[in-house]
């Protein structure tokens, strides 16, 4: 079966960090557009957030301004995994977080257009609960 999986979620100290992991299942990541979606505690699917992105064509990376300057988006190919380094965490940063992987040939330049593509996503994973402590 064809999917993204994620790991690395957990419980974190208020400042500080987490790495996740987005691994690509019988697919190869490298082609596609990566994102990391997350989804606030007592909201539902549809209120569900863009966090960041990592574009096929030369891994261009965007991200939305309440991450911006503390999580990093990389890929590795050897690996097939996507990660999203988390640094600097608050508590607006709890939360279930998936990975997301669609075929665009483009980088994603801004918000509005990473949400229109996440609609449009070939695979999602089930994601992976992140939880902030003081």
């Known amino acids: 079966q064809l999917t993204v999986v994620e790991s690395g979620g957990g419980l974190v100290q208020r400042g500080g960090s987490l790495r996740l992991s987005c691994a690509g299942a019988g697919f190869s990541l490298d082609t596609y557009t990566i994102a990391w979606f997350r989804q606030a505690p007592g909201k539902g699917r549809e209120e569900r957030e863009g966090v960041a992105c990592i574009s096929s064509e030369d891994d261009t990376t965007f991200y939305a301004d309440s991450v911006k300057g503390r999580f990093a988006i990389s890929r590795d190919n050897a690996k097939n995994t996507v990660y999203l380094q988390m640094n600097g965490m608050e508590y607006e940063d709890a939360g279930l977080y998936s990975c997301?992987?669609?075929?665009?040939?483009?980088?994603?330049?801004?918000?509005?257009?990473?949400?229109?593509?996440?609609?449009?996503?070939?695979?999602w994973g089930k994601g992976t609960r992140v939880t902030v402590s003081s």
């Open positions: 997301a992987a669609v075929r665009y040939n483009t980088p994603v330049y801004d918000y509005d257009l990473l949400m229109r593509l996440s609609a449009g996503m070939e695979y």
